[in-house]
């Protein structure tokens, strides 16, 4: 439900109590996180069924513990995600160990027990805790990864484990565009809102649990419409150990390669660096861990420098003269130098307090495909291509405060930043600019690759946000858990151009620094947001109910040209004149619902339904917003450049989702899901006509889509060696448009730029994930993921009928199958445990995975104008990556 301006007097009174209510509670009690902890609860009876009220329950090696209630139930919150033990005891019965009792984020592990009476004082039962196959208790669909399943998957970042969940096709999240899902790093948001990307690389080696949300969410989780992803770090250890890891990796094409690129064996082409310790710090009860990476990687396509920059050639001779700087040196095409770590500290002095400090940072240089711009040109001229720097940091302190057994809550404050630049030159009055000028080549000598000059893009962006976060949690009762809370925002969004160099001839170019309207320079803005919410968690009888409530408001503090239709004032009186008028504050309300209602012991029926708000990527907003680039429009040239519009409303999705889950037997689960998603207000472009007749683009909320489709997920626990899980989903995702931009390119091309319903370009129909572990504990492990894909739609160019014209989106690109393999063998020696793996990654060499294909064929590998598209039929990279094969080994102090 979106709030306008025009009618905040009824609801936004409503909105403004809502916050009233939450910011007395957050006073009365501070305020807390959520996403980052669990719950452990159950009911403790003898041997003859009856409660045993007042016993005691704790978790062994923490303060953390509780009494039974007087039917003998119990309930221990705010555990961090992991593996513990637990012990029950009472007076007059044997004691019990449970040992392996799971625990993660947001949810309620069941521990039920029983003890029986014993004369002999001191005797202690121990078990093992078991799994269950499924969670019935879940009221959406969610996937959560532990650091021990992590360590066994043939993945790296944390990225590669999300693509792995079912639901999830290329970073599309159950048919939504790219950007609509929320990424966390322990509960606070790392989402780079310039387009609401994540801002951070993760290494497994940190991660702790990884949780994906891909269905319904709780009112917890805001600025996202089609899933969450919270990551929880690992934290530092009471005792001191460390952990190394470090591996090399090769590619390895198949015969007769379709990639045209010569199979040189590169041992070092990808190489990572990785060390991590922990333990307690000098302080009394404080306790660090500290990780730090190098990564590096080559690729496997080598550019050769025959020409530099500053070359000259006789392009009408076809003649070269190459300088001495074009030395004929072999250099990687692309490539990504990372370095990246986290430091964590954290101190438990005061009883019930917990203050920690956490900051991950990324510092990566590359050289890739950016913006429409592919470094194949710069095969023979490696030097003229641009480089993409990006450093990224997310630091800050969470206060946590056990008030008690029942209630805690914490503060949390981040300084987000990201900083990127892409240019060749750092100073736009670099004179190797005038000595290079554009990059210049003719496509009857080396197929268009370049020979002189550089790529003359420039640009810059940079986003400092601080945000403040926290939530209070209470078991109020033993089935009422509340959690209230709330986050503020403050941003400061840098993007644009430092500089234009436009190519005016042959080593002639012109400099435009900060000259409006025609060449703007850096732009800077300041929007602000602030959310709260609140949730109730219901839990009884193994029914669970999740009702939640949160309210959003943004106020991006710029301003719009008052009349549409003479926004730069380019039209003289009598016409009406612009003036900059304040943008609209923007409120939401979401209500979110989610039911899990048991129909058997093992199996269980879950619904769920929410309204999700999302904010279009702050760049959408800002570009050319003051519309002064318009000042020389005319009718008879449509500007089709597509310009901002800070006015827009928040992105709108409604979902539905129900399910089943079965333990079909004590070590295999079945998981079947259906979900519907109603997307409105997405983001689109409208044309406006100004009093002369002309026409200038604009965004609005004007795009719109559906999304249908179901999950099945079978679930089998380790028999023997041997694990596997395989989940399959059927979707269908449609709209009137994939890219926000879409209307304004159909237009200029002269195709009808009018809505209309057309499958999405990642409407993949069938997609089908399994995984198979092979393990013996501390011994070996082998592990296999196995991805098929039905394909996504694509164009192609000839007619779909008599009279026709081009049906977009009615084509299927071929269908694909990817495999990956890990293996690892484990020594140990003293206290040191050691594991030398292997990984392979596209194992059967697959040479196309939804990538670019020539319409005329449906094909990746010919055309049916093999002249014209000469260049394309050459370049490697629109090809999937080939076999790449790792090896490695892992030393821990700690197993």
């Known amino acids: 439900m979106l709030i306008s301006k025009h009618e905040i007097s009824n609801s936004g009174r409503t909105f403004l109590l809502l916050c009233m209510f939450c910011l007395l509670l957050v006073m009365e009690a501070r305020v807390a996180y959520a996403g980052t902890t669990g719950k452990i609860a159950g009911r403790l009876l003898d041997q003859n069924k009856e409660p045993l009220p007042g016993a005691n329950v704790q978790i062994v090696g923490t303060t953390m513990g509780a009494a039974t209630d007087p039917e003998g139930y119990y309930t221990i919150i705010n555990i961090p995600p992991g593996t513990y033990t637990i012990q029950f005891s009472f007076i007059g019965y044997q004691s019990l160990v449970v040992q392996d009792v799971l625990v993660s984020a947001d949810k309620t592990t069941t521990q039920n027990a029983e003890l029986k009476e014993t004369s002999i004082t001191g005797e202690t039962v121990t078990v093992t805790a078991e799994r269950p196959v499924v969670e019935t208790n879940l009221t959406s669909s969610v996937a959560t990864v532990t650091s021990k399943e992590i360590s066994l998957l043939p993945v790296q970042e944390l990225n590669d484990i999300v693509n792995l969940q079912a639901g999830v096709i290329d970073g599309h999240f159950r048919g939504g565009r790219l950007g609509e899902v929320q990424f966390q790093i322990n509960g606070v948001t790392v989402n780079n809102s310039y387009d609401n990307s994540n801002s951070l690389r993760i290494d497994r080696s940190l991660l702790q649990e990884v949780q994906v949300i891909s269905g319904t969410f709780d009112a917890e989780y805001g600025q996202a419409l089609s899933g969450v992803v919270n990551a929880v770090l690992k934290s530092g250890t009471e005792k001191f150990n460390w952990s190394a890891e470090v591996f090399t990796s090769d590619y390895v094409f ?381 009718a008879e040239r449509p500007d089709f450049r597509v310009l901002g519009n800070p006015n827009i409303k928040p992105e709108r999705t409604i979902q539905y989702e129900f399910g089943y889950k079965h333990a079909l037997t004590e070590f295999l689960g079945l998981d079947i899901s259906a979900f519907y998603k109603d997307i409105r207000d997405l983001l689109g472009v409208e044309f406006i006509t100004t009093f002369n007749g002309a026409e200038y683009a604009r965004f609005t909320n004007i795009d719109f889509g559906d999304v249908l489709g179901f999950t099945i997920a079978l679930d089998q626990r380790r028999i023997g060696l041997i694990s596997t899980m395989i989940d399959y989903t059927w979707q269908r995702a449609q709209g009137n448009a994939s890219d926000p931009r879409e209307t304004a390119t159909r237009a200029e091309a002269g195709e009808d730029p009018r809505p209309r319903q057309i499958p999405l370009n990642w409407d993949q129909r069938h997609t089908l994930n399994c995984t198979v572990t092979l393990e013996k504990a501390n011994v070996f492990a082998i592990s296999s ?102 090896i490695g080994f892992t030393i821990n102090s700690s197993r």
């Open 254 to 634: 198949s015969g007769g390669d379709r990639r045209r690129v010569d199979d040189q064996f590169r041992p070092f082409s990808r190489q990572n660096y990785q060390l991590s310790i922990s333990g307690p710090a000098i302080f009394p009860n404080t306790f660090f861990v500290a990780s730090g990476r190098r990564f590096i990687d080559d690729g496997y396509i080598d550019a050769i420098r025959r020409f530099a920059p500053t070359d000259t050639f006789d392009f009408q001779n076809k003649i070269p003269d190459p300088t001495p700087e074009g030395d004929g040196e072999e250099v990687p095409l692309g490539y990504s130098n990372e370095w990246s770590g986290l430091v964590k500290i954290t101190n438990r002095s005061l009883p019930g307090m917990e203050l920690a400090y956490q900051a991950i940072f990324n510092d990566v240089e590359a050289i890739t495909n950016s913006s429409g711009r592919s470094v194949f040109q710069f095969r023979l001229n490696p030097d003229g291509r641009p480089i993409q720097r990006t450093f990224s940091l997310v630091h800050g302190l969470d206060w946590t405060h056990t008030l008690s057994a029942k209630t805690f809550y914490t503060i949390g404050f981040r300084q987000n930043l990201f900083d990127y630049t892409d240019y060749v030159f750092e100073d736009v009055n670099d004179p190797r600019y005038d000595l290079a000028g554009v990059a210049l080549g003719r496509i009857d000598f080396e197929m268009g690759a370049a020979v002189q000059g550089v790529d003359l893009t420039r640009f810059k962006q940079r986003t400092n946000s601080f945000v403040f976060k926290g939530a209070l949690t209470s078991q109020v009762t033993r089935t009422h858990q509340l959690k209230l809370g709330g986050e503020l925002q403050v941003s400061e969004l840098v993007f644009g151009t430092p500089g234009f160099i436009v190519d005016r001839g042959v080593r002639v170019i012109e400099r435009h620094i900060d000259e409006q309207p025609i060449f703007p320079g850096i732009s800077e803005f300041h929007p602000v947001s602030f959310s709260i919410y609140g949730q109730d968690q219901m839990e009884w009888n193994d029914l669970v109910i999740r009702a939640g409530l949160r309210g959003e408001y943004f106020d991006a503090r710029s301003t719009l040209p008052s009349n549409l239709r003479n926004p730069a004032n380019d039209i003289p009186p009598p016409a009406p004149q612009s003036i900059p008028v304040p943008t609209e504050k923007r409120l939401s309300l979401s209500p979110r619902l989610g039911v899990s209602y048991p129909i058997s012991t093992d199996a269980a029926l879950f619904f769920a339904y929410g309204h999700f708000y999302q904010l279009s990527p702050l760049r959408d907003l800002f570009n050319n917003a003051d519309y002064s680039v318009l000042v020389d429009l005319q």
């Open 785 to 886: 993921v196995i991805r098929y894909g039905s394909g996504q739609p694509f164009t192609p160019t000839f007619e779909s009928g008599f009279g026709q014209g081009l049906e977009a989106n009615s084509g299927t690109k071929p269908a694909f199958v990817l495999v990956d393999l890990r293996g690892e063998k484990v020594f140990r020696l003293a206290n040191m445990r050691f594991s030398f793996f292997a990984r392979v990654f596209n194992l059967f060499d697959a040479r196309f995975s939804n990538g670019p294909l020539f319409n005329t064929t449906g094909s990746p590998y010919y055309s049916l104008d093999p002249k014209a598209d000469e260049v394309a039929l050459a370049d490697p990279i629109r090809l999937f990556p080939p076999r790449r094969i790792e």
